[in-house]
């Protein structure tokens, strides 16, 4: 059974930083390629972040300089290290995969996803 499990997130204050981490089990996905997406209360989820099995990379405007996706393909994980944070970043954050190697933005386009994890930035 695959599973997607995200960790790292909490109450941090503006300005502050996290580190999200997404461990896989149950299949690698050292050629899939993985993305973050993130929800907050009464909006659609939005795509935060991609990496490829070779570690192109793409970054949602909004977060583009702030954030940064990383993975270490030994250890099936995806990292989303989150600076400068701010209370519009407020939302539950979620680890998703493809079965394809190239990113992708779209919520569609992901077949697996994690349960998410909450980031609550404060003023």
């Known amino acids: 059974q695959v599973q997607l499990v995200e960790s790292g997130g909490g109450l941090v204050q503006a300005g502050g930083s996290l580190r999200l981490s997404c461990d896989a089990s149950g299949r690698t996905f050292d050629r899939n390629a993985m993305g973050w997406f993130r929800q907050a209360p009464g909006k659609e989820r939005e795509f935060v972040a991609a990496?490829?099995?070779?570690?192109?990379?793409d970054h949602a405007d909004s977060v583009k300089g702030r954030f940064a996706i990383s993975r270490d393909n030994a250890k099936n994980t995806v990292y989303l290290q989150m600076n400068s944070l701010n209370p519009e970043d407020t939302a539950v954050y979620y680890c998703?995969?493809?079965?394809?190697?190239?990113?992708?933005?779209?919520?569609?386009?992901?077949?697996?996803w994690g349960q998410g994890t909450q980031v609550t930035v404060s003023s």
């Open positions: 990496i490829t099995w070779n570690d192109n990379t």
């Open positions: 998703a995969a493809r079965k394809y190697t190239f990113i992708a933005t779209v919520r569609s386009a992901y077949y697996y």
